[in-house]
């Protein structure tokens, strides 16, 4: 048995020696692997006009809740749901029984006040014109003073009583705060409401009418100087869509919210727009299209040719000995079958645009025609 062994392991080595022989000498006969045949596009710098988009919410530039500042029942509705409103107009009104019944008490308590104001201004007026010749006792002098000053403060209190239990009375009445359009009514005639809670309805500004998004804070400069610019409007630098429609008349900014939020690091922009055919409803979702200022010399390649892998861009460039590198890019908008290069690449540079899915770092290109 042991006389076997020692000569198969000869044997064996012998094998592997020649295997590997054979090896070598395939990989000789065969080479370095193909070049890969890909097509390419040279990177190019053009005037191209584009916008940067941003979601956008519309609101209203003035709005507000209508609430009660007494409590009661609905008696009285006078406007239509969704119509336009004027400042001014009456809106509601609330059961105000109990508030005229109350102000007339408080009205009946002024004049028993006033009345005994008269009593004791006369009496002080006696005593003291009494006391000036020593015909009366300064204790009841005294005394005449200090009610005729008691009955003063009652009757302001009285009328300060009058004055609220009239407003009360006023504010059965409701009245539209501004001119705009109003909602769908939240209470229905004999609804009990609740003062300062119950919401009765909302108005809103509707022309013109607000768009709000957010900046980077790193674009603030350039909001900045859009701002002051006066041919805003005219050159159609901001504009909203509607998913494939676009809003016709272009609007301008209002303001740039005064400091960034520290934890985003963006900023609120606000833009005004013109509402005219009330197209334009508070709460909806828009994209805002804001003209590119930067257009000229943009660096521009086939939007094809880019590659994304762990949510960041990269393209292959074709290098020295037909060598391609995986070079990674930022990119801006997409216009058309092309998208703006932002940084990453050079005007000349030469880029893959087919034949991406053979390739790797190092693989030696064909170009074809």
């Known amino acids: 048995m042991k006389l076997y062994f020692k000569y198969l392991i000869p044997v064996v080595c012998s094998l592997s020696i020649l295997a590997s022989c054979a090896d070598k000498n395939q990989q000789k006969q065969q080479g370095p692997p193909p070049a890969v045949a890909v097509t390419v596009a040279e990177v190019i710098s053009t005037n191209a006009v584009y916008y940067d988009q941003y979601p ?43 508030y005229k019944a109350n102000y007339n008490q408080a009205v009946a308590d002024l004049q028993v006040q006033e009345a005994n104001l008269v009593k004791a201004q006369k009496d002080a007026d006696r005593y003291n014109e009494l006391a ?41 009445e409701i009245y539209s705060p501004l001119t705009g359009t109003i909602g769908i009514s939240q209470v229905k005639k004999g609804t009990a409401i609740v003062a300062g809670q119950t919401l009765l309805n909302t108005v809103s500004t509707n022309n013109p009418i607000a768009v709000d998004f957010t ?60 509402n005219d055919k009330d197209m334009l409803k508070p709460g909806m979702n828009t994209t805002v299209l804001v003209k590119n200022t930067a257009s000229k010399n943009a660096t521009m390649i086939p939007h094809i040719a880019v590659t994304e892998q762990l949510g960041e861009t990269y393209v292959y ?25 932002k940084e990453g690449l050079k005007e000349g540079q030469k880029i893959v645009v087919q034949g991406i899915q053979n390739l790797h770092e190092g693989t030696v290109v064909k170009v074809g025609e």
């Open 56 to 98: 956008g919410t519309i609101n209203a530039l003035d709005q507000i809740n209508l609430t009660s500042q007494v409590s009661g029942y609905i008696t009285g509705i006078y406007f239509k749901d969704g119509q336009k409103v004027s400042k001014g107009q009456h809106l509601y009104s609330i059961d105000a029984q109990i």
């Open 215 to 274: 900046i980077d804070q790193k674009n603030i400069y350039r909001f900045s100087e859009l701002q002051q610019n006066k041919n805003i409007v005219k050159d159609s630098v901001f504009t909203i869509a509607f998913g494939g429609d676009t809003y016709p008349y272009p609007g301008k900014i209002d303001f740039i919210d005064r400091a960034v939020d520290p934890q985003t690091g963006t900023i609120k922009v606000r833009l005004i727009f013109s």
């Open 317 to 341: 460039v074709v290098g020295d000995s037909s060598k391609v590198s995986q070079q990674k890019i930022e990119t801006g908008t997409q216009i058309g079958d092309n998208v703006i290069v």
């Open 132 to 172: 000036k010749h020593d015909a009366i006792a300064t204790q009841q002098v005294d005394y005449a003073n200090a009610t005729l000053e008691a009955t003063k403060k009652q009757v302001a209190a009285s009328e300060a009583n009058v004055k609220s239990m009239h407003s009360n009375v006023q504010f059965a």
